[in-house]
C-alpha cells in the first residue's frame, strides 16, 4: 500500500552546462563538514544560485548524497518523510525498511512523529560511513508537525549525517541555538550574491560574446549581484547587436528588473513558443505530452528541447531530459503575465492539466490542477476515488488539505469524503465533528438515517441490505458505506470507552463491510475483540481477535495482525492459556520482523509482542528470559517513543526483577512507568499505581498498598461481575493486612514476610480475613463465569492461603488442588510461589496426599532455590557485591554533585520519601553511613 | 483588552515593495491596487479576506525575490475615506 514517488524529485540535479565555479563557496560548505557542523542552511530568495551551487559542491564531495526537491506537495508528513526516506534509500536501499512500513501502517498516527525519527535515526547511527542528506526548497514546508521533527533531527543528528537545506525563508527552530554551538554553517544572500568578478565571468560565458567593461559595471550594478537577474539580462542579450542601448534601456527604467527582463525575453521568442511558456507556466511539471494535452497542440517535446538547448530557464528532472521544470522564479514570471494576459484561459488549462494526470493515473497533480481550475466538483471526485486508499497510507494531511479547499457543500454531497474525513479525525483522536460528517454521510448517499442491518448477532455475517438505496451509488457500495459508518461510530465509541455501545457498533459494521476491505475488517474486528474482552465474553473476543489477525495479514496491515495477536495472548493468559499465549507472541514477533536480510529490523509495534511474551515466561518462572523480553519490549518502545508500550514495558519488567528478588529495581521500574504515564494520560496512573500496590504487597508495605486501594476507591463488598485484576489485587491486600498483623509475624504469607507491624486488634485481623474470603468466593464465581481459568489460579491460591489462616485445611487443600488441575498442564509457578511460607506448607500436606506429586515437587523446588539463594542477579561491579541500579546510579550522581534530597526528587520526579529510600539502599550497597562517603566511595569505585 | 477577532478578519492592507510593478501584476496578487511610489517603491494596496490571505500574498512577495519593505494594516476609518 505504499503511495507512488515520484523518482524526479529524488534527481540530484546537474551543474548547468555553463557555470561559474564558486570555489569559496564550496569551501564554506566543505568547511561546515570538517568541522562535524550538524547542518548547513543555504537561505536566500529565489535566483541566488542555492540549487546550483549544491549541485556544484555534490560534484566534488566526498560522501554519498541524498537529495529531494521539496514542492507544495510535500507539505503532508507521511509524504515528506516518505521521500526523505526513498533518498536515503538511493544511497543505502537496505536503510528505512522499517520505518517505512511503520509510516503506511494503518493507525501510525498512534506512532508519534519524533518516535518514528528516533527509529530511523537510530538506524543512521549505525551507518558505517557518514552521508549527506539536501532538502532543497524547504520552503514549501510549513506544517509544523515536520517542522518540529526536523528539529529534532538536528538536534539529534549522529555524527556521520549532515543536513544542508536550501530555503527562501528561514526554518522556524531555535537556530540561535545552533549558531551559538557552533552547529550550523550558514551562506545567506550577500554570501550568495554574485561578485563583480563572479558576474562578468556569468555574463560573457552566458551571452557568448566579449562585453565591453561598462556594460558589465552596468548591468552589475543594476542586478546587484542578483544571478537570475544577470541569467535573464544574459539570454535577452544573446544575439542582439545592440547591446549598448539595452543596457542603457535596462539600467534607466526603475522597473522591477525580472518583470521588465522576462517581458525582453517573450517578445524576442517567436509567437509560437510565447505562447507555449504562458499556457505550460501553470504546470509544475513539464512532459511533451502533457504540454500537448495543455496547449492542445503537439510539439511539445520539440518546444521543451528547444527551450532546454536556449537554457530558458528550464530544469531538466531525469537523466532522460523527459520530464522538466521551469525555474520557478521564471514560471512565477510567466505565471504573472498568463493571469493577466488570457485570464479567462487559465481555468481551462488546468481543467486539461487535470484531465491528462487523471488519464495518466497520476491523482495528486490531477486534483491540485482541478482544484486550481476552480472546478470542485471534478476535484471531489478525483479525490473521493482515493480518499479512503489516503486514510489507509497515512496521507492525512494531503487529504485535509483538499478537503479544505472544497467548499463544505461539495465535501457533503460525496458520502465517501465524509468518511474519510472521519477516520482522518478519528485516527487524530478528534472525536468533535465525527458525528456531524457521518450525518452528512448518510445524508449524501440517501441511505434511511438510523437504519440497523438485519440478521445481526453471528460476526460478519452478510445480511439483506437494511433500506432505500441511493441515487447512483450500487448497492454494494451502499453496504460498504453503512459498514464504515458503523466502524467510525465503533472507533469513536471505543475512544469514549462505551463498550456495550461499541460491540454493537463494530458488528454492525462486520455485517456491512465487504470481505474483501480486509483493512477495515481487521480494524473492526479489533476493536469487538477489545469491546467483547472488557465485558467479559472471551470466547467472542477470541473469535474476534482471530477474524482480525486474518484480515489484518491478509491486507498486509502488520500493525492491526500484530495488535490483534498481542490482545489474544492477554486474552489466553486471562483464560490460562499459557501454552498458546506463548506461541500467539512469537507468531506477534515473527509477523512485527520487517523483511529479511541486512536491513531486517522489528517494527515499532513488536514491543508490545516482547511486552506479552515476557508475562508468559514470567508466570512460568523463566526469570532470564522474561526480564529479557520486557527490556526488549522497553528498549524497542523508547527507541520508537511509544509511551504506551514504554509504560507496559516497564511494569512487566517491574514484576519480572521483582520475581528475581531485585525490590530496588522493581521500584525503579514502576516509578519509570509512572513518569511516563504522568506525562501521557490518567488512564495509564490508575493501572500503574495498581501495579506498584502489586509490588508493595509482595514487599510487605502493606500501609502503601492500603493507601492504593483508598485512593481507588474499591470495596470488598462492591458489585462484581467479573473477575477484574483490580479485585484480585484488593482481595491480595486484605489477605496480607490479616496475615501480617495475625500470628505476630510467625507466617509469611502473600510475600507479607517484610515490614509487617504487629499491634493490630484482632478484630480487624478477623475482618481483613473474612472480606478476602468471602471476596475470592465472588470473584472464583465471576471468573467461573467468564472462564478466565488464568485468574482462577491466582484467585485459588489466595482463597487456600487464606483458608488456611483460617483454620479450614481440608478447604484449603481443596481450592489448591483444583488450582493445580488449572494450572499444571500450562506450567504455571509464579502463581504458587509468589504466596510464600503458607504455600510451602499447602504444597507440602498436597504432595502428602499424593495429589499431583510431581508437579508440586516442581513447585516445591522452585519455592527452595527463591529462599535459598537471596539475589539472583550478576554482580555488576567488582567493588560492589551488590550492583546499583540505574536510577540508585543517577541518585548517586546527583548525591554527589552536591544536590540535597528534595532537589534530587524534583529533578528526577520522584517523591522526596522514594529518594531517601534509594539513598538508605545506596549506602548499603556502597557500605557506607552518610552523602560524603557515598560520594568518595562511588569516586573511588568510578561510579560517576 | 483588544479584541483578537477583530484583527483576523477581512481587512485592508498597504504593502510597500523595493522596484517598480505595473498594474499588470493587479490579478496577481488578488486583485491589489498597484501604485508606482517615488524611490522605486511599488505600494500594493487591497481587501484580503483574513490573516492566510494576507501570508499567501506574502509568499508571493518572497517567492519573486522582491525587497519587502512595509506591511501596514489600514485602519478601517482611513479604508472607508
Known amino acids: 500500500m505504499a503511495m507512488a514517488l515520484l523518482k524526479t524529485k529524488l534527481f540530484i540535479p546537474p551543474p548547468p552546462p555553463r557555470l561559474v565555479s564558486r570555489p569559496r563557496l564550496v569551501e564554506r560548505l566543505n568547511e561546515g563538514l570538517q568541522l562535524g557542523r550538524k547542518l548547513a542552511l543555504i537561505s536566500a530568495p529565489a535566483g541566488f544560485g542555492k540549487t546550483t551551487l549544491l549541485s556544484e559542491w555534490i560534484g566534488q564531495v566526498d560522501r554519498p548524497v541524498a537529495w529531494v526537491s521539496l514542492d507544495e506537495s510535500d507539505n503532508d508528513p507521511t509524504r515528506f518523510w516518505s521521500y526523505v526516506i526513498a533518498a536515503l534509500q538511493t544511497v543505502r536501499p537496505e536503510f528505512g525498511l522499517a520505518t517505512q512500513a511503520a509510516l503506511h501502517a494503518t493507525g501510525t498516527q498512534r506512532l508519534a512523529m519524533t518516535g518514528l525519527l528516533t527509529g530511523t535515526l537510530n538506524e543512521l547511527a549505525e551507518c558505517p560511513e557518514p552521508l549527506a542528506l539536501v532538502l532543497d526548497d524547504v520552503h514549501w514546508v510549513t506544517e509544523p508537525q515536520i517542522h518540529d521533527a526536523l528539529a529534532f533531527l538536528v538536534a539529534h543528528l549522529p555524527p556521520g549525517l549532515q543536513l544542508i537545506l536550501s530555503t527562501r525563508a528561514d526554518p522556524p527552530w531555535a537556530l540561535g541555538r545552533l549558531r551559538a554551538r557552533g552547529q550550523l554553517s550558514e551562506l545567506r544572500i550577500d554570501d550568495l550574491r554574485f561578485s563583480h568578478a563572479e558576474a562578468a565571468a556569468f555574463l560573457e560565458q552566458a551571452v557568448g560574446v566579449e562585453l565591453a567593461p561598462e556594460t558589465i559595471a552596468t548591468l552589475d550594478d543594476r542586478a546587484e549581484g542578483w544571478i537570475a537577474g544577470l541569467q535573464m539580462a544574459a539570454l535577452s542579450m544573446r544575439g542582439r547587436d545592440d547591446i549598448a542601448s539595452f543596457t542603457a534601456a535596462l539600467s534607466g527604467t526603475h522597473r522591477f528588473i525580472l518583470d521588465y527582463l522576462v517581458e525582453e525575453i517573450l517578445d524576442r521568442q517567436p509567437t509560437d513558443a510565447q505562447t507555449f511558456l504562458l499556457q505550460t507556466s501553470i504546470l509544475e511539471r513539464m512532459t511533451g505530452p502533457l504540454c500537448d494535452a495543455v496547449t492542445g497542440r503537439s510539439d511539445g517535446q520539440a518546444m521543451l528541447s528547444r527551450l532546454d538547448r536556449d537554457n530558458v530557464f528550464l530544469v531538466p528532472l531525469d537523466d532522460e531530459r523527459r520530464w522538466y521544470r521551469y525555474h520557478q522564479l521564471f514560471a512565477d514570471l510567466l505565471r504573472s503575465r498568463l493571469s493577466h494576459d488570457l485570464p479567462g484561459h487559465v481555468p481551462t488549462l488546468h481543467r486539461q492539466a487535470s484531465e491528462w494526470y487523471e488519464e495518466h493515473g497520476l491523482i495528486t497533480e490531477a486534483v491540485h490542477h482541478a482544484l486550481r481550475a476552480g472546478d470542485p466538483e471534478q476535484a471531489a471526485r478525483l479525490v473521493e476515488r482515493d480518499a479512503l486508499s489516503m486514510v489507509y497510507r497515512g496521507e492525512l494531511a494531503t487529504l485535509e488539505g483538499w478537503l479544505d479547499a472544497l467548499p463544505e457543500g461539495v465535501m457533503y454531497a460525496h458520502p465517501w469524503l465524509c468518511v474519510a474525513r472521519a477516520w482522518a479525525l478519528v485516527y487524530m483522536g478528534q472525536l468533535d465533528g465525527v458525528e456531524r460528517l457521518l450525518h452528512e454521510a448518510v445524508g449524501g448517499s440517501g441511505l434511511p438515517a438510523d437504519s440497523t442491518p438485519e440478521g445481526l448477532g453471528s460476526h460478519g455475517a452478510i445480511t439483506s441490505p437494511g433500506g432505500g438505496q441511493a441515487v447512483g451509488t450500487s448497492h454494494a457500495d451502499t453496504r460498504r458505506l453503512r459498514g464504515h459508518i458503523a466502524a467510525l461510530r465503533a472507533y469513536a465509541a471505543f475512544l469514549r470507552w462505551d463498550g456495550p455501545g461499541g460491540t454493537a457498533l463494530a458488528q454492525e459494521a462486520l455485517a456491512y463491510l465487504p470481505r474483501d476491505d480486509l483493512t477495515a475488517r481487521g480494524l473492526v474486528g479489533m476493536l469487538l475483540g477489545m469491546a467483547l474482552y472488557g465485558s467479559g465474553d472471551l470466547a467472542g473476543a477470541e473469535q474476534a481477535f482471530a477474524k482480525a489477525v486474518a484480515a489484518g495479514r491478509a491486507a498486509g496491515a502488520t500493525d492491526i495482525a500484530v495488535n490483534a495477536l498481542c490482545e489474544l495472548a492477554d486474552l489466553q493468559v486471562t483464560r490460562g492459556q499459557l501454552r498458546q499465549a506463548a506461541a500467539t507472541c512469537q507468531d506477534a514477533l515473527r509477523m512485527a520482523s520487517s523483511a529479511t536480510g541486512p536491513g531486517k529490523r522489528q517494527l515499532p509495534i513488536a514491543g508490545y509482542a516482547h511486552g506479552r511474551l515476557s508475562t508468559v515466561l514470567r508466570e512460568r518462572n523463566d526469570l532470564p528470559a522474561a526480564i529479557h523480553h520486557a527490556q526488549a519490549c522497553v528498549a524497542l518502545s523508547k527507541s520508537w517513543a511509544q509511551a504506551d508500550a514504554q509504560i507496559l514495558g516497564h511494569v512487566f519488567l517491574a514484576r519480572a526483577l521483582a520475581a528475581n528478588g531485585d525490590d530496588a529495581g522493581a521500584l525503579d521500574a514502576i516509578q519509570e512507568a509512572q513518569r511516563i504515564a504522568s506525562e501521557v494520560s490518567p488512564r495509564y496512573g490508575d493501572f500503574v499505581a495498581a501495579q506498584e500496590a502489586r509490588l508493595q504487597v509482595a514487599m510487605g508495605d502493606i500501609a502503601a498498598a492500603r493507601r492504593w486501594q483508598q485512593a481507588s476507591g474499591l470495596g470488598a463488598d462492591d458489585e462484581l461481575s467479573r473477575a477484574t485484576p483490580n479485585y484480585i489485587l484488593l482481595a491480595r491486600v486484605l489477605l496480607a493486612e490479616a496475615l501480617s498483623s495475625s500470628a505476630g509475624g510467625a507466617r509469611s504469607a502473600a510475600g507479607a514476610g517484610r515490614g509487617q507491624r504487629p499491634g493490630r486488634g484482632s478484630g480487624q485481623v478477623d475482618r481483613s480475613l473474612d472480606q478476602a474470603l468471602t471476596l475470592t468466593a465472588r470473584l472464583l464465581d465471576a471468573a467461573g463465569a467468564e472462564g478466565a481459568n488464568g485468574r482462577a489460579v491466582e484467585i485459588l491460591s489466595l482463597r487456600a492461603v487464606a483458608l488456611h489462616a483460617r483454620g479450614a485445611r481440608d478447604q484449603a487443600l481443596g481450592a489448591l488442588e483444583r488450582a493445580l488441575s488449572l494450572a499444571q498442564p500450562e506450567g504455571y509457578v509464579r502463581s504458587f510461589i509468589d504466596e510464600g511460607e503458607p504455600m510451602r506448607e499447602l504444597l507440602r500436606q498436597t504432595a502428602s496426599r499424593g495429589i499431583a506429586v510431581d508437579y508440586v515437587r516442581t513447585l516445591l523446588s522452585a519455592l527452595d532455590a527463591e529462599t535459598s539463594i537471596p539475589n539472583l542477579r550478576p554482580v555488576a561491579h567488582p567493588g560492589l557485591v551488590e550492583p546499583l541500579t540505574e536510577r540508585e546510579l543517577k541518585v548517586l550522581r546527583l548525591l554527589a554533585v552536591g544536590l540535597p534530597s528534595k532537589e534530587i526528587a524534583r529533578t528526577l520526579v520522584i517523591a522526596v520519601g522514594t529518594v531517601k529510600q534509594h539513598l538508605k539502599h545506596i549506602y548499603g550497597k556502597l557500605e557506607v553511613h552518610n552523602r560524603t562517603e557515598a560520594a568518595n566511595r562511588a569516586k573511588d569505585l568510578d561510579l560517576i | ?81
Do not use: C
Open chain 2, 1 to 81: 483588552m483588544a479584541r483578537r477577532r477583530e484583527y483576523e478578519g477581512k481587512a485592508v492592507y498597504e504593502i510597500q515593495v523595493k522596484g517598480h510593478l505595473d498594474d499588470r501584476w493587479s490579478e496577481w496578487f488578488d486583485g491589489f491596487t498597484i501604485v508606482p511610489q517615488a524611490d522605486e517603491v511599488t505600494q500594493l494596496t487591497g481587501s484580503v479576506p483574513d490573516q492566510a490571505a494576507l501570508h499567501g500574498l506574502l509568499v508571493k512577495i518572497r517567492n519573486l525575490g522582491l525587497p519587502l519593505l512595509l506591511v501596514r494594516r489600514v485602519k478601517d476609518k482611513e479604508a472607508s475615506q
